[in-house]
């Protein structure tokens, strides 16, 4: 099947530049903005994206869509445009487990509409600058996809398997990333609350200086966002569990990552001091 006009849900931070790199590659882009905020309407506007209003005239309008969405948000986007009678083919570019992407397909072999469903996995920043992002595919139907971002930032790199292995590939990836970030945000926490902050920073110059940088710049990097690391997180530990591995680990990284989700509007951001008290905050 040749996508000829790609929809896009929703176009966030990361959503909009997987709209900019089809864009690049010839393609159509629509987005449907009822409802979204005044600061994605203007991302979309200004990557010029098509507003076609509502969700149903999105579904009527494109023959591929793509799913950018907060995790916890997967199932009910899916959901919905399935219950519109939507035909076409639909990329869930989220970071979720393999079991929840299977759990996707079942929905997909049970529609009426006939879609298809394609599995998506982002790894890196959002796709700006050519080589720093790709979108791996996996599923039968991936193929299909790929012409969509042969041009842009974005590049899109089948993987072998069925579906649920481009998001194994994410899981894997992100587990180390974002997980050893909440870490370490964790362990200058004990350290502060131990009054030792001072002496462990030393002692990183000394043994271990990358940390020091990854220190001070995680929090701020990580805080606007962390209301989606948490879970992804929980996806994360899901993933491991299913394997037969500790899910301790990313559960409490999806704590850590909770805790600094208030921040998610900040702007500008509270002082380091701030953060860090957030992380150490004692939950009740």
């Known amino acids: 099947m040749t996508i000829t006009a790609l929809g896009l849900l929703h176009p966030g931070e990361m959503g909009v530049t997987v709209g900019s790199a089809a864009r690049a590659s010839g393609l159509p882009v629509r987005v449907a903005l009822v409802g979204r905020s005044e600061a994605t309407r203007t991302r979309a506007r200004e990557a010029g994206l098509e507003d076609l209003g509502s969700l149903a005239d999105l579904v009527a309008a494109c023959d591929g869509i793509v799913c950018v969405c907060p995790p916890h948000a997967a199932r009910e986007m899916a959901v919905a445009v399935l219950a519109l009678g939507y035909d076409g083919l639909y990329l869930d570019a989220n970071a979720v487990a393999p079991s929840t992407m299977r759990e996707l397909a079942a929905l997909f072999r049970g529609a009426a509409g006939g879609a298809r469903l394609v599995d998506g996995g982002l790894i890196g920043p959002p796709a700006q600058t050519s080589g720093t992002t790709r979108l791996y595919l996996s599923g039968p139907d991936a193929p299909a996809f790929a012409p969509c971002f042969r041009e842009g930032a974005l590049a899109a790199t089948p ?80 993933t491991f569990a299913e394997a037969g591995l500790p899910a301790g680990f990313h559960e409490a990284a999806a704590e850590v990552y909770r805790r600094l989700a208030p921040f998610k509007e900040a702007d500008p951001l509270p002082p380091d001091q701030a953060l860090r008290r957030a992380v150490r905050q004692r939950r009740g």
């Open 159 to 238: 993987v072998e398997g069925p579906l649920g292995a481009a998001s194994a590939l994410k899981m894997s990836y992100a587990a180390w990333t974002k997980g050893s970030a909440a870490l370490l945000a964790a362990v200058v926490a004990v350290a502060e609350e131990e009054q030792v902050a001072g002496p462990l920073r030393e002692e990183w110059r000394l043994s271990q200086p990358q940390l020091v940088e990854r220190a001070d710049l995680g929090l701020r990097g990580t805080a606007r966002k962390a209301w989606r690391f948490e879970g992804e997180m929980l996806e994360i530990a899901r």
